[in-house]
């Protein structure tokens, strides 16, 4: 390595470990987050404010643009002989991790060895690679290498499924340096960044900062800022304060927060909103409150809760009320899908009663649970079920990362929990959340007929027939009363007059490659 690459990677290393931002620059775009991250390692589910840093670091096979569709990334085509049990990838070549290595098969494969084999928990990428031949025999320690996985050359990767995946080039795989474990050891992500992403990770000060540093080898084009500072600022307002006085260029809303802000004509102009491929809904744990196996308790909980007036109420019309659990846009989605049952208090009050729980009696209290994003939110539920149903309901809040911990854990019996499509099909918010073996079935739902229905879909290149499917799944979900479907927000971001090329892509990353300052 050249001596002058070598001097950077030192202090990005150093920077990493000290916990310390490095110095700003002229070209250093100043954002926020609403939340801290919850990790910086790869290989474990990242949430929504983690995975939108962490989605400028690493890449996978595909993309998502602003758009929504999927894009070529670190592949630049792949191809299916047999309607998608054999994968062929050819890998884009000039790929260089920001160790200055350059990105191969080779990693790809040990990135998925690493998902399989991580202790105590598998990478969050092992529900993906389970259809992989020999998957299985690497997770339980039979086998020492995933033979499903062959490698012609450095830039060509063949995937061999036991059943056909017509989604597999899709998933959300951020590929690694794999020469990163070797020279930092275990915790490398506190001291480097493995990525061949746009920006390099150089510091984070937890609860308080990121620092991202473009990476000027990146394949697609070095970014237009020399780096991107993003402070952790969950109040609203100190938000605005750091806003209205210079200090941020652009300034990410909470969910909680673009009501009151989007109202404010001191702000006209600067308001730029994007669509969200999101699914929100409110979660029954049926394991946690056992009244709720009972699916009259689950309707009537659906029919106390007005979601309508929560659009323009609680979310000033920025906000989408869906009819399922697809997010409008992907494929499967259907308008005119019958909506959940709107507000009815007299139907939801006589099916409690039918279930022997007559103005609440005999059932134990309850607490929304919900990350800060959610507290006024979660509090007009709290109220509507308590006046509608007589049930003691609550509200508790918790800092984001333990709440994704709890909910993550099943822990938490009524919760507001959200899915931000990953990949562009309807198999992510589907599969992800109900199938029985998925790790962020936070629920705890399980059904056999929905997962044979996700299985099949799984194996169907046609995406008409893949839709049809998705449609049987949607209509078990709505039969069983599952869950309450909920306003889906935008994303909304306060941006400086002259700041441009700033977007959020519908899966949450807010993309900075071709912002520009002033």
């Given at each position: 390595?050249?001596?002058?690459?070598?001097?950077?990677?030192?202090l990005?290393?150093?920077?990493?470990?000290?916990?310390?931002?490095?110095?700003?620059?002229?070209?250093?775009?100043?954002?926020?987050?609403?939340?801290?991250?919850?990790?910086?390692?790869p290989?474990?589910?990242?949430?929504?404010?983690?995975?939108?840093?962490?989605?400028?670091?690493?890449?996978?096979?595909t993309?998502?643009?602003?758009?929504g569709n999927?894009?070529p990334?670190?592949?630049?085509?792949?191809?299916?002989?047999?309607?998608?049990?054999?994968?062929?990838?050819?890998?884009?070549?000039?790929?260089?991790?920001?160790?200055?290595?350059?990105?191969?098969?080779?990693?790809?494969?040990?990135?998925?060895?690493?998902?399989?084999?991580?202790?105590?928990?598998?990478?969050?990428?092992?529900?993906?690679?389970?259809?992989?031949?020999?998957?299985?025999?690497?997770?339980?320690?039979?086998?020492?290498?995933?033979?499903?996985?062959?490698?012609?050359?450095?830039?060509?990767?063949?995937?061999?499924?036991?059943?056909?995946?017509?989604?597999?080039?899709?998933?959300?795989f951020?590929?690694?340096?794999?020469?990163?474990?070797?020279?930092?050891?275990?915790?490398?992500?506190?001291?480097?960044?493995?990525?061949?992403?746009?920006?390099?990770?150089?510091?984070?000060?937890?609860?308080?900062?990121?620092?991202?540093?473009?990476h000027?080898?990146?394949?697609?084009?070095?970014?237009?800022?020399?780096?991107?500072?993003?402070?952790?600022?969950?109040?609203?307002?100190?938000?605005?304060?750091?806003?209205?006085?210079?200090?941020?260029?652009?300034?990410?809303?909470?969910?909680n927060?673009?009501?009151?802000?989007?109202?404010?004509?001191?702000?006209?102009?600067?308001?730029?909103?994007?669509?969200?491929?999101?699914?929100?809904?409110?979660?029954l744990?049926?394991?946690?409150?056992?009244p709720?196996?009972?699916?009259?308790?689950?309707?009537?909980?659906?029919?106390?809760?007005?979601?309508?007036?929560?659009?323009?109420?609680?979310?000033?019309?920025?906000?989408?009320?869906?009819?399922?659990?697809?997010?409008?846009?992907?494929?499967?989605?259907?308008?005119?899908?019958?909506?959940?049952?709107?507000?009815d208090?007299?139907?939801?009050?006589?099916?409690?009663?039918?279930?022997?729980?007559?103005?609440?009696?005999?059932?134990?209290?309850?607490?929304?649970?919900?990350?800060?994003?959610?507290?006024?939110e979660?509090?007009?539920?709290?109220?509507?079920?308590?006046?509608?149903?007589?049930i003691?309901?609550?509200?508790?809040?918790?800092?984001?990362?333990?709440?994704?911990?709890?909910?993550?854990?099943?822990?938490?019996?009524?919760?507001?929990?959200?899915?931000?499509a990953?990949?562009?099909?309807?198999?992510?918010?589907?599969?992800?959340?109900?199938?029985?073996?998925?790790?962020?079935?936070r629920?705890?739902?399980?059904?056999?007929?929905?997962?044979?229905?996700?299985?099949?879909?799984?194996?169907?290149?046609?995406?008409?027939?893949?839709?049809?499917?998705?449609?049987d799944?949607?209509?078990?979900?709505?039969?069983?009363?599952?869950?309450?479907?909920?306003?889906?927000p935008?994303?909304?971001?306060?941006?400086?007059?002259?700041?441009?090329?700033?977007?959020?892509?519908?899966?949450?990353?807010?993309?900075?490659?071709?912002?520009?300052?002033?």
């Open positions: 390595m050249p001596l002058l690459a070598a001097l950077r990677l030192l990005t290393v150093l920077a990493i470990a000290a916990g310390g931002a490095l110095p700003a620059t002229a070209g250093t775009l100043r954002a926020s987050l609403s939340d801290d991250l919850t990790t910086i390692d290989f474990v589910f990242p949430g929504l404010v983690s995975s939108g840093v962490l989605r400028q670091v690493y890449e996978g096979f993309a998502i643009d602003a758009a999927a894009v990334a670190l592949a630049t085509r792949w191809e299916t002989p047999d309607g998608g049990r054999t994968w062929r990838f050819a890998l884009r070549p000039d790929v260089r991790f920001h160790s200055g290595r350059p990105f191969t098969a080779a990693d790809v494969l040990w990135t998925w060895e690493h998902h399989l084999t991580r202790k105590p928990q598998p990478g969050y990428s092992a529900f993906y690679l389970r259809g992989i031949e020999g998957a299985a025999a690497l997770q339980q320690g039979t086998a020492t290498a995933l033979s499903g996985v062959a490698i012609p050359d450095p830039h060509t990767l063949v995937v061999r499924l036991t059943e056909p995946d017509a989604l597999f080039p899709l998933y959300p951020l590929f690694v340096d794999r020469g990163m474990e070797a020279e930092f050891g275990p915790a490398w992500p506190e001291r480097a960044s493995g990525g061949t992403g746009p920006f390099r990770l150089a510091s984070w000060r937890h609860g308080e900062s990121v620092r991202l540093e473009a000027a080898g990146y394949w697609n084009g070095a970014p237009a800022v020399d780096a991107v500072s993003l402070v952790v600022l969950p109040d609203t307002n100190t938000l605005l304060a750091r806003y209205d006085a210079g200090q941020l260029d652009v300034a990410m809303l909470p969910e927060a673009v009501r009151t802000v989007v109202r404010q004509p001191r702000y006209d102009g600067q308001i730029a909103a994007f669509a969200r491929a999101q699914v929100r809904y409110l979660a744990n049926q394991d946690q409150y056992p709720f196996r009972d699916r009259r308790v689950r309707e009537a909980v659906g029919l106390a809760l007005d979601r309508a007036a929560t659009v323009n109420g609680l979310h000033a019309g920025r906000a989408v009320l869906t009819n399922g659990f697809v997010t409008p846009g992907l494929g499967g989605y259907r308008p005119d899908a019958p909506p959940p049952p709107p507000f208090a007299g139907r939801a009050k006589a099916l409690l009663a039918e279930a022997g729980h007559a103005g609440g009696g005999g059932l134990p209290p309850l607490q929304i649970a919900g990350g800060p994003n959610v507290r006024e979660a509090t007009y539920f709290a109220a509507q079920l308590t006046a509608v149903l007589g003691p309901v609550g509200v508790r809040i918790q800092e984001r990362a333990a709440f994704v911990t709890a909910i993550n854990e099943g822990h938490e019996a009524l919760f507001v929990n959200g899915w931000t990953d990949f562009p099909d309807p198999m992510d918010q589907l599969a992800t959340q109900w199938h029985s073996a998925s790790p962020t079935n629920s705890r739902w399980h059904d056999l007929n929905f997962d044979r229905l996700m299985e099949r879909a799984r194996g169907l290149a046609d995406p008409d027939a893949r839709d049809a499917l998705y449609r799944a949607e209509a078990l979900l709505r039969e069983q009363a599952v869950a309450i479907p909920l306003a889906v935008q994303f909304v971001a306060l941006v400086r007059p002259g700041v441009t090329g700033v977007v959020i892509r519908p899966d949450g990353t807010t993309d900075f490659h071709a912002a520009r300052l002033p």
